[in-house]
């Protein structure tokens, strides 16, 4: 076997050897290693685009870390040339950092002196939105900021769920649905007009088509799907009328509430007493609004008990919650700001003295004692309910022009939903309380 002698002649090259392997290791230790997007208020040229990158990252299959309570609830992602641009393109503000930095935020971060957290995001999520097929005479705050955010979402109706189809999806958000088959409480105001004619001859029809004789049994059938699908292990989200009426009727599912303009026979006798609050997710102890001519569904609802609170002082609290303890809370709560400016809705906010006990309230209006934004658990599932209809429009009316989330990048109201649109991609840690 041959044998090969390989010399150095270490005399003749030690000043150039030594330039190049000093250059070689400042550039390896120095090198970039993350990319860092901010979500503090200075940060940040565009938040809502910003949830979109970390979507588009994680369906390129790669691991996202939410930095909780850090710069505004950063994001920190791997560093490539695509993600770079993907950035620039979208808009995006997001510094480049070393391996030293992003050791250094991370060890800050693990701190037991700071209430901060590093959340590994694991798997875009399979988003759903529950909305009626075509046009509505009013647009969904959800489906505004998803389309803005650059983040897929699939469109199911009553068709799809009662056909078990949400066992496809991680995520589902309720568009601004009434559930109790009064179409919406529209009769008193809209009876005659001929949007609200045809969506009740449509919701008919397609009642019909699925096997029921009314569309409250319908919206009935619908209802405890989505019940059963958040108790299996989704997460669903809803705004909105949506929120109550869903509520209303889960606690109704036994029993007649409509009245005959709705689905042309009486309603149960005595259907306040025969409602089942066990079997409602977020609030108990609700008294129904009996009269078709009222907008209302029931006393869970504070629009018609805001007298002490004007626009200009229409803010709500978001809570702060033990990132390292209660990281499900801080997640959803993640913004550049505490104080979030209110808006209303069908349902505006929730009265808290009708929250139930076991369901966490995020976000609270406290001079009038409203719940806006809450959070609960129900079997292995996830809820979350959002009081307001659209964050960058005070007052919504049916008809009104869509909102330009062009004009509102930086929405810390629209952010709340898109906290919500990323959590269920968190990998999954044993709760410590």
Not at 65 to 88: S, T, V
Not at 143 to 166: C, F, G, K, M
Not at 177 to 202: H, S, V
Request: charged share 25%; net charge neutral; hydrophobic share 40%.
């Amino acid at each position: 076997m041959t044998t090969y002698r390989f010399k150095l002649h270490v005399h003749k090259f030690p000043k150039r050897i030594f330039l190049i392997l000093v250059l070689f290791c400042s550039v390896f230790l120095g090198r970039a290693s993350e990319i860092l997007i901010p979500m503090d208020a200075e940060g940040q040229q565009n938040h809502l685009k910003a949830y979109g990158i970390a979507y588009w990252v994680l369906e390129k299959q790669y691991k996202v870390q939410w930095l909780l309570n850090y710069r505004g609830g950063a994001f920190m992602l791997p560093d490539r040339e695509a993600i770079r641009k993907e950035c620039q393109i979208r808009g995006v503000s997001f510094e480049i950092l070393s391996d030293g930095q992003k050791q250094s935020i991370l060890e800050g971060i693990a701190s037991p002196s700071q209430n901060q957290e590093a959340v590994v995001l694991e798997k875009a999520p399979k988003i759903a939105v529950y909305s009626p097929k075509g046009n509505q005479p009013w647009d969904d705050a959800v489906t505004l900021v998803l389309t803005y955010a650059e983040i897929p979402y699939d469109v199911v109706y009553d068709e799809e769920v009662l056909n078990d189809q949400l066992v496809l999806y991680n995520w589902l958000h309720l568009h601004h649905e009434d559930f109790t088959g009064q179409y919406g409480k529209f009769y008193g105001a809209f009876r005659a007009a001929p949007w609200y004619i045809e969506n009740k001859q449509n919701a008919e029809a397609l009642a019909a088509k699925l096997g029921y004789s009314k569309v409250s049994e319908a919206k009935r059938a619908v209802a405890l799907k989505i019940r059963n699908y958040v108790i299996g292990g989704g997460f669903m989200f809803a705004m909105c009328s949506a929120t109550d009426s869903f509520d209303i009727a889960l606690a109704a599912s036994e029993v007649d509430i409509c009245e005959p303009m709705f689905d042309g026979d009486p309603s149960s006798p005595g259907y306040q007493q025969k409602l089942d609050f066990t079997k409602s997710f977020a609030f108990q102890d609700f008294i129904l609004e009996r009269s078709p001519l009222r907008y209302e569904f029931s006393s869970i609802d504070m629009t018609n008990k805001r007298g002490n609170v004007a626009k200009e002082a229409d803010y709500f609290t978001l809570m702060d919650f033990s990132a390292k303890w209660d990281p499900v809370p801080t997640m959803l709560c993640q913004n550049h700001t505490s104080l979030v400016k209110g808006f209303m809705g069908q349902t505006t906010a929730f009265d808290r003295k009708l929250v139930k006990s076991t369901v966490l309230v995020l976000g609270e209006n406290r001079i009038n004692s409203e719940a806006r934004y809450i959070h609960g658990i129900k079997g292995k599932g996830f809820f979350t309910f959002y009081g307001g209809h659209d964050p960058e429009d005070y007052q919504h009316r049916v008809g009104d022009p869509k909102t330009e989330l062009e004009l509102h990048p930086t929405s810390p109201g629209y952010r709340l939903i898109l906290n919500n649109v990323l959590f269920p991609a968190a990998r999954k840690k044993k709760q410590k309380t």
